[in-house]
């Protein structure tokens, strides 16, 4: 499943970040077309103000999940790698990587509409935007666990994994229990 570790390299917040989401969404609807019901920016490079590793986390939003492989092959052209479900359930996943340095630029979560996974990004990337002290709490902690964690971006995410849960059960409960994410996406 998970291929070799990447270092953890934090950076301050980028103001160019939602630019470049916007390509990557234009090339992936341009590609996926009416398979697609959306695409979301997610992860911390969607969270004004908020340090990350500089990898933008697209969501494309599936109207059917066996659509997925269809998008697969529309996107190999394009540099992006098909990695199947990649351990979660549900998930199509793809990486991109600039094709000159071979650095990691963007990790696609493409999910079928309503889905819990999907509905669980949206509720921790709107509660962190609309609570900057959440936000700094966070940025806090993916600081101490990059330094803890330096060469092992699977050892950090996975210590991530508490603090994220207590964050989507807040977004979801603001949110009316993820609801709104059902009927608006």
Request: with cysteine.
């Amino acid at each position: 499943m998970p291929g070799p570790s990447r270092p953890v390299v934090l950076v301050p917040y980028n103001f160019t970040w939602p630019g470049s989401f916007a390509g990557l969404r234009d090339e992936i609807a341009g590609a996926c077309g009416d398979l697609l019901a959306g695409i979301e920016h997610v992860g911390s490079t969607a969270v004004p103000g908020l340090a990350a590793k500089p990898v933008i986390d697209l969501m494309p939003i599936l109207r059917r999940f066996e659509d997925g492989p269809a998008c697969a092959e529309a996107l190999g052209p394009l540099g992006y790698d098909y990695l199947g479900e990649y351990g979660i359930p549900g998930r199509q996943f793809f990486t991109k990587n600039e094709a000159r340095t071979g650095t990691r630029i963007a990790n696609v979560h493409m999910y079928e509409r309503g889905h819990d996974e999907a509905i669980a990004h949206l509720a921790f990337r709107d509660y962190l935007r609309a609570h900057d002290d959440w936000r700094d709490r966070y940025e806090s902690l993916k600081r101490e666990l990059a330094a803890r964690f330096p060469g092992d971006v699977e050892a950090y995410a996975e210590a991530k994994t508490e603090f994220v849960k207590e964050v989507v059960a807040l977004g979801l409960a603001e949110a009316g229990s993820g609801h709104l994410y059902r009927r608006a996406r």
